[in-house]
């Protein structure tokens, strides 16, 4: 399962992209609002880091201005995802960008019916919100399992992206069902490390390294 982190912040991507958990980067307008930096620069800038797909969202209500937009952040650079809302407008700018071999990422995908529209339609990446269905009380995670399903049945190579991860746990299920992504927040991806019997066992371990007053330098 790939990584992608869910930042328009540029130090956070360098740290976990040291690490080489970095597999591409989403961005959207309220991040990009957190920045506090120009839109096209800042996502310069974090395609000069990472190699993976970086989404950059058009803002455009209707499909013309969408594509004209998708193609603007198209010239970015090589690996830009362009990304689009599943309304009626953004499947149509689907459409024709990506018959003109851009990926497209369709975002704020709350169905399977509305996912299976994004494949038929192209997408590159479709990204159902699991957070905010589990908001309104509904099962954001069912909603993975189920376009998964669909996605097998038909044979679409849309790649699952999960977004709106607010746990751990989100990562984890949406691992054994067999999404093809997340796309995460840069603390929640360090909180993956985390566990307090590895916690309490190193402390064990410290103590009685400390007993035998020992050192290895």
Known sequence: MKFFIDTA????IIELNKLGVVDGVTTNPSLILKSGKNMVEVIKEISNLVDGPISAEVMSA???GMIAEGLELLKISKN???KIPLTWEGLKACQVLSDNG???NITLCFSVNQALLAAKAGAAFISP???????INVEGMSLIADIKQV???YDFHTEILVASIRT??????AALIGADIVTVPPKIIKQLADHP?????????????????QKII
């Open 9 to 12: 912040e540029v130090k956070d």
């Open 62 to 64: 209707q499909s013309d």
């Open 80 to 82: 830009i995802a362009v």
């Open 102 to 104: 851009a990926m497209v």
């Open 129 to 135: 919100f699991v957070g905010r269905l589990d908001d």
């Open 151 to 153: 996605y097998d049945n």
């Open 168 to 173: 751990v746990n989100h990562i984890t299920e």
């Open 197 to 213: 019997l590895t916690s309490a066992g190193l402390e064990v371990f410290n103590q009685d390294w400390l007993k035998t007053g």
